[in-house]
């Protein structure tokens, strides 16, 4: 019969206790990596990721203009893939990219936290839930901010517990101020990717204060709140100034939706499940809570190390209060400004299949590991059909711009004009197409452009009317033209038509319909 030493029993029983922390957070940074980027260069480009790319493509004093009107919140992300586009080129895929991998950064963050807190077995579940959580899948193919936004949160949260623990008060004077500098930094860092992420001060506010943190870590943390603050000073400023670019939030309505499912979960029966987990992970957190309570000076004397629970509230909670009360006042809330909360979410519900796991297993440890297993698969079967539809063509707010741009190569003819339906909303003008498809456009002529967007102050083109280009004789010499019109819920625009119509160019009954653009040629 062999021999068991006490470490090779410890081993047996807990076969995951040998894994170290930061090998489990690299393997599933690494996984999310891989998950986001699938199937990323899928849906077309859309409007918020065609002013990434536009913004992007202009020279540095172009951009450095247009940010002192419109869109400075994203400057600084701007002029990253300013650098990143003459590196990886102006492909979905390459646009993309850098939002997967900063996804798998924040998942590889998430799975320490969880690790650090409750061990292999808390890493590996928070692991898979982060890796499929649809927000942060969704975030991850999508070139904006806020994936990046969401890496910070939880290595800037991270940095912040490190120094709160036991093992940031033991570190060295020296250690400790470069720490504390580095979170100031960090919070400034990420308020300049996106200014809304200076709301995280409010859960890490609270999470200073659960954890009974000494003066000096607290006054610490203020200075370093306080400077970063005063860093963003010249970003608030202007972006105050231009607060009338989201004057169209004031039209949206705060609901269910907006507050219970949008920011993090994507689909109401999703968000049934999460939540459900959420409050499971919560319940064991007010239970000691109240029993420290009532258990008086003696608990608080001596508190536990914050736990994974509380820090996953506090991100996930405050700062979205925060902006949603800060909306009553003024609207300027869209539920993907959570983005950066959203590894916290999914924090919060691992932590809650590991109390339901272990409650379901309460009478044997082997029984624990597979409930907990199975409500984990539970989650990310759940997440699966919405993963196979954010990998879908139009899966960017019905965007098809890839299937136009290959519509008039296929149908238009050198030298053919082209005329945009440029009474859609900015966001769904098929001239974007154009922009960010350009092969398809390359043989036909954009007749009515009046400024281009890299001469503009704001972000995209300016352009004539149909009877304005036609006074300073766009179509002089124009035999045919491609109209492309928005169709939104099966209602056809009808811009450039009647105009076309009095230049003398008539219907050929060739019609090519997209997702919703539709292609019409007129000659004359």
Known sequence: MTVLTGQARRTRAEPLAAVRPWTIALAFGL?????????SWIPSLWGDEAATLLSAKRPLDSLARMVTHVDAVHGVYYLGMHGWIRIAGESAFALRLPSAIAVGAAVAGVTLLAGRRGGPSAAIVAGVVATVLPRLTYAGEEARSYALTAAVAVWLTLLLLWLLDGAGRDASPSRRRLGWVLYGVGLAAGSYLFLYFVSIALAHAAIVLLSRASRPALRAWAISTAAAVLALAPLIVVAFLERRQIRYLGAQTLDYSTLLWAPWFWTPWFAVLAWALIVAAAVPVWRAWRLRRRAGAAAVSAPPPISATTVALCVL????????????????????????????????????????????????????MVATASITLVVVAACAPVYVLQRGPYAKNDSDWAEVSAAVAAHARPGDAVVFDERARPSQRPRLAMRTYPDGFAEVRDVTLQVPYDRNIGWADRAYSVPRAAQHGRFDGVRRVWLLELVIDGEQHTYGMDDLEDLGFQETGVRVSTHRTVLIELTR
Do not use: Q
């Open 317 to 368: 909670l405050l700062p979205t209060g925060g902006l949603v009360l800060a909306d009553l006042v003024f609207p300027l809330y869209a539920a993907r400004y959570s983005t950066f909360a959203a590894p916290f979410a999914a924090l919060a519900m691992a932590e809650g299949v590991l109390v339901i796991g272990r409650r379901l297993g309460r009478t044997s440890a082997r029984r624990a």
């Open 31 to 39: 996984v999310a990596a891989v998950v986001c980027a699938a199937g």
